[in-house]
């Protein structure tokens, strides 16, 4: 696990593109933390260091449930939001996202219960104050680890 804490929204957005560097295709990240605790924020760092290019980046996707852009992979950045129950991931094409070629961001990654995979990278963010946050990222498989110890 590594813990850390950003200061701005600038610092959490240089976390994502940090990561992004250790990325490759299929790839998939789970957000998890409440609203406005930086999840969208930090989804633009990732897809900024994957190449998105920024005048094509939508700030909050929270009104789609998949958002796909072309980086240097393809990305999916996935919000849920709004969902109400997992058959509704079914019907969204979840499985073609998750195991398809490009990386999957997933805000609110919780909501998918036991849909989600066995393997990926955890990001939970909290509030600690107006700029503050803490930044807790669990690797869940091999490579996942590996993308951590390259952060430290
Ligand atoms: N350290 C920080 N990291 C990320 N966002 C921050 C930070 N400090 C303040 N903010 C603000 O918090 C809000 C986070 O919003 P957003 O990324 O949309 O959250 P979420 O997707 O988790 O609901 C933005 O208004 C952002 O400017
Ligand atoms: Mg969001």
Request: proline share 3%; aromatic share 8%.
């Amino acid at each position: 696990m590594v813990k850390l804490e950003t200061q701005s929204p600038a610092e959490t957005k240089a976390l994502g593109r940090k990561i992004a560097r250790n990325l490759k295709s299929g790839d998939i990240i789970a957000l998890i933390g409440e609203l406005g605790a930086g999840k969208t924020c930090l989804a633009q760092g990732l897809a900024l260091g994957l190449g998105v290019s920024p005048k094509d980046y939508v700030a909050s996707p929270s009104f789609v449930l998949v958002k796909e852009y072309g980086g240097r992979t393809p990305l999916y950045h996935i919000d849920l939001f709004r969902i109400n129950s997992t058959e509704e991931l079914e019907s969204l094409g979840w499985e073609e996202y998750l195991y398809g070629e490009g990386v999957c961001i997933i805000e609110w990654a919780e909501r998918a219960g036991k849909l989600m995979p066995s393997e990926y990278l955890r990001i939970e963010l909290e509030i600690l104050g107006s700029r503050r946050r803490r930044i807790r990222l669990k690797a869940f498989g091999r490579h996942y680890q590996a993308v951590l110890r390259k952060l430290r």
